[in-house]
């Protein structure tokens, strides 16, 4: 059973430009969220998807902006790129209702490393 | 506002010893604490989770304790080994309905267990 998988690892872009990042759930998850993580910090929650709708944001800026597709892998775009958006890009999924009391778990991928220069 | 913080930033053992990480979050509404642990070069990974209805957990070598009214949780782990090396993350996540939650980070907590 493949877990959280993002694409791709790593991704230099230059001030100014767009870039989107891929994530694929985990087998029977059906919610995405993204998050970005700084170095040296903990991950900041971007945007949740789930049935293809954004259902929560972040304190971003709506140069980033996502999409979720019907087999409910995800897209993160962002635009026109700062300095300051280089980063750990995390993907994580989970169901979007419990089916049991252990429910809420999120899983994350192994992230896309975005470096702007 | 919602805010998790995370003591102590960096921690050193001796293999064999125990280490313990403390968080404290804001929001009395939040109701999921998950742990995670963050190798170099990868994603973070859930290690151990409890809920707002239980004061305990424990699996293995790691246990987890939450005080509701302090608004506290704790990561204990015993026996450390030098493979329990990795940076930690404390999280909560606040109420929302019956559906998975956005979760908030702490600053997370470098554990260094020396051979």
């Known amino acids: 059973d493949a877990g959280v998988t993002q694409s791709p690892t790593h991704l230099i872009k230059t001030r100014g430009q767009q870039v989107t990042l891929r994530c694929s759930p985990k087998s029977g998850h059906d919610t995405v969220s993204w998050y970005q993580q700084a170095l040296g910090q903990g991950p900041q929650f971007i945007f949740q998807?789930?049935?293809?709708?954004?259902?929560q944001r972040g304190n971003f800026p709506d140069r980033f902006s996502g999409h979720q597709f019907p087999n409910y892998s995800s897209e993160l775009n962002v635009n026109a790129l700062l300095l300051g958006d280089s980063a750990l890009y995390l993907c994580a999924s989970s169901p979007w209702t419990p089916k049991h009391s252990s429910g809420y778990e999120q899983y994350f991928g192994p992230g896309t490393r975005l470096t702007v220069t | 506002g919602e805010n998790v913080e995370q003591h102590p930033s960096t921690l050193s053992v001796q293999e064999g010893d125990s280490a313990v990480i403390k968080c404290t979050y804001s929001?009395?509404?939040?109701?999921?604490f998950p742990w995670y642990k963050q190798e170099l070069g990868k994603g973070p990974q859930l290690i151990i989770d409890i809920r707002s209805n239980v004061g305990e957990k424990k699996d293995q070598r790691i246990a987890v304790t939450l005080n509701k009214t302090a608004k506290h949780f704790s990561l204990h782990i015993t026996e450390t080994q030098p493979e329990d090396s990795a940076v930690y993350f404390c999280?909560?996540?606040?109420?929302?309905?019956?559906?998975?939650?956005?979760?908030?980070f702490g600053t997370g907590t470098l554990l260094a267990v020396q051979p």
């Open positions: 998807y789930y049935e293809e709708e954004e259902r």
């Open positions: 929001d009395s509404a939040s109701n999921y």
């Open positions: 999280a909560a996540t606040p109420r929302y309905g019956g559906a998975t939650n956005k979760l908030i």
